[in-house]
């Protein structure tokens, strides 16, 4: 039995109260547990490991579609703003690192960066889109 100062993990979400000093009240928050994060990094991993270059970039941007779409889709009524920007980021980079394993034999003035950019992320509004649900990345 814990006390809900101290917070408790519940089906992956963590739940603890806290004092909002700008509002003078306490809250209930209710965001992913630090362990199903690392979960999800470990999954990301899984699928963007480097040793799968040779797997189809297509299929590789569905399976993690599927994979982000499933977990901010359950997580989607907690206070998981700020676990979404970072984890959208790190899946961001680990997409970007694959793709650039992928494509390490271009020569260097052919910019791998370049190439991998105007090939795999799409343009939303005039800048280079990378949301949760789209990564920002689409199969070809």
Do not use: C
Not at 122 to 134: I, N, P
């Amino acid at each position: 039995i814990t006390h809900i100062n101290d917070g408790l993990d519940f089906l992956g979400f963590h739940l603890q109260r806290k004092f909002l000093q700008r509002h003078n009240k306490t809250v209930v928050v209710v965001q992913p547990s630090e362990k199903n994060i690392t979960k999800f990094k470990e999954t990301i991993r899984s699928i963007t490991d480097r040793s799968t270059t040779g797997d189809d970039p297509a299929n590789k941007i569905r399976a993690l579609n599927a994979v982000v779409r499933g977990w901010a889709g359950y997580f989607r009524y907690g206070s998981a703003y700020k676990a979404f920007r970072k984890l959208t980021k790190f899946t961001h980079l680990r997409m970007y690192k694959w793709l650039k394993a992928k494509h390490s034999n271009l020569s260097a003035t052919r910019s791998v960066k370049g190439y991998v950019v105007r090939q795999y992320l799409r343009r939303y509004k005039g800048r280079l889109s990378s949301g949760v649900y789209g990564l920002g990345l689409v199969p070809m």
